[in-house]
């Protein structure tokens, strides 16, 4: 046996682990790995080359067009948030404890994935997510080849995808947390009728990197992505909003399951309710905010209760990742033409200073499923006889409403009679909310 020459050999070595604890999101399991280099001397002493420290997880996962997403063999559904990755009015630096109550504060409405949006994402992130059992898609761009703004990563796309891929994956494939990795996010060249090439050869690097997970893209150019082959050459369709589209998608596309890549884009402003209480899109008010009744989205996507029908409906939904978990500063839609100083986004289910809005506790009542959830809003602060609608967020199928002791009727959560289409205009929320909606402030 020769000596080693540290850093110029390449060692290989197994080590069998007999009936391993498996990490979970229920109980994320980690061990310790601890790989030394040691260079033999001419003396029979041995000499340190280079030390390491890893913290590593078992488990397996699979993707099944008629169960959808399993860990450890279990079906899980992703009830997921996209987040852009800074700390609210923390701001930008990285701050592992700040990052730790984003994690705790999702855990409680019941999320169990993070989408980085749409970034590759700092190694305490990743480290955060295996220690407190968080699922992981991991995003590496927002643009290719083509160019979104100026002066984006598109100038440098051709010379640097590929290293760049290569050091993200070779960086994180051994966290326990990451299921998949996605190569993009609304990328110009769905569009384009050879965008499949770049989907292929990014895949194929993500493969060779690490053959263990499946690779997915968000797009949200339906039209497009399901005729020039774009979406059928990825492991994972990703859409993005159009849930309109996702049945049309699954029967169309080779494999046998649709991710909610990218959903809801609700709007609201903690603590601001407006009259009347009515859906509308893209609803600009002199206030400049948006209401907290949960009835407002964008003109391209729609209210909660449309995902969530889709998710209980149709098995083959794998899931989802709301955009977004926490407002950020930036796209303060609808408020993002000519309305300065409106800076901050309003898609949040939590604001910027890390406070739940009403939203939050809607999905609490859907996806947290070991704790109860009854929450009521608007706020009570109205002139008498003002005619005010309540609506109540709450894990239990029924309620009923009694102000000042007096009953304002027991409401029900509707029981659909036949499967929902994800159209925005169906009456999801009815299965959702319980609402009174006319009820006399005294």
């Known amino acids: 046996k020769q000596p080693l020459t540290c850093g110029q050999n390449k060692i290989s070595m197994t080590i069998p682990v007999d009936n391993p604890r498996k990490w979970d999101i229920t109980d994320p399991y980690l061990y310790d790995l601890q790989v030394c280099l040691w260079r033999e001397q001419e003396t029979n002493s041995r000499e340190l080359c280079q030390q390491e420290h890893f913290r590593i997880g078992f488990r397996t996962i699979q993707f099944d067009p008629d169960r959808g997403f399993l860990l450890n063999g279990r079906k899980i559904r992703l009830n997921g948030t996209c987040d852009h990755h800074d700390l609210g009015a923390l701001g930008a630096a990285f701050h592992k404890e700040a990052m730790r109550r984003k994690f705790n504060l999702m855990r409680s ?42 002066y984006d990563y598109a100038r440098f796309f051709k010379d640097w995808m590929e290293k760049d891929v290569r050091s993200w994956i070779r960086r994180d494939r051994n966290h326990p947390c990451i299921i998949m990795w996605s190569i993009g996010n609304e990328v110009p060249s769905q569009r384009s ?44 369709p990703g859409i993005n909003y159009h849930p309109w589209d996702y049945i049309k998608a699954h029967d169309v596309l080779p494999q046998g399951f649709i991710l909610g890549s990218e959903t809801a884009s609700t709007v609201s402003s903690r603590g601001v309710y407006h009259f009347p209480v009515e859906k509308v899109l893209s609803h600009c008010t002199s206030d400049r905010q948006s209401s907290s009744y949960d009835f407002d989205a964008c003109s391209w996507s ?57 939203r939050y506790y809607l999905y609490r ?8 959830t009854l929450h009521v809003l608007p706020h009570w602060n109205w002139t008498e006889g003002q005619h005010v609608p309540v ?29 929902t289409g994800g159209l925005r205009e169906e009456p999801t929320e009815e299965r959702y909310r319980l609402m009174w909606k006319d009820v006399v402030f005294f």
Not at 203 to 219: A, F, L, Y
Request: aromatic fraction near 12%; proline fraction near 8%.
């Open 391 to 419: 609506f109540v967020y709450t894990s239990y199928p029924e309620a009923e409403l009694f102000v000042n002791g007096v009953s304002h009727g027991r409401r029900k959560k509707a029981v659909p009679t036949a499967p």
């Open 109 to 150: 409405m019941g999320v169990n994935a993070l989408r980085t949006s749409h970034n590759m994402p700092a190694v305490e992130v990743m480290e955060l997510a295996d220690e407190m059992g968080f699922l992981v898609l991991s995003e590496a761009f927002d643009m290719w080849e083509m160019a979104k703004n100026p």
């Open 365 to 372: 009542s859907v996806w947290n499923r070991t704790e109860p």
């Open 193 to 236: 009728p050879e965008g499949w090439k770049t989907v292929e050869f990014l895949q194929d690097i993500c493969h060779r990197e690490d053959p263990t997970r499946p690779v997915t893209c968000g797009m949200e150019q339906t039209s497009h992505v399901l005729q020039n082959g774009f979406a059928a050459a990825l492991d994972i």
């Open 302 to 358: 729609n209210l909660p209760d449309v995902d969530f029908a889709l998710a209980d409906d149709y098995p083959w939904t794998m899931g989802q990742f709301v955009w977004t978990g926490f407002d950020y500063i930036g796209e303060p839609s609808p408020y993002d033409t000519n309305c300065w100083p409106s800076h901050s986004s309003v898609f949040g289910i939590i604001d910027l200073a890390f406070i739940p809005k009403d």
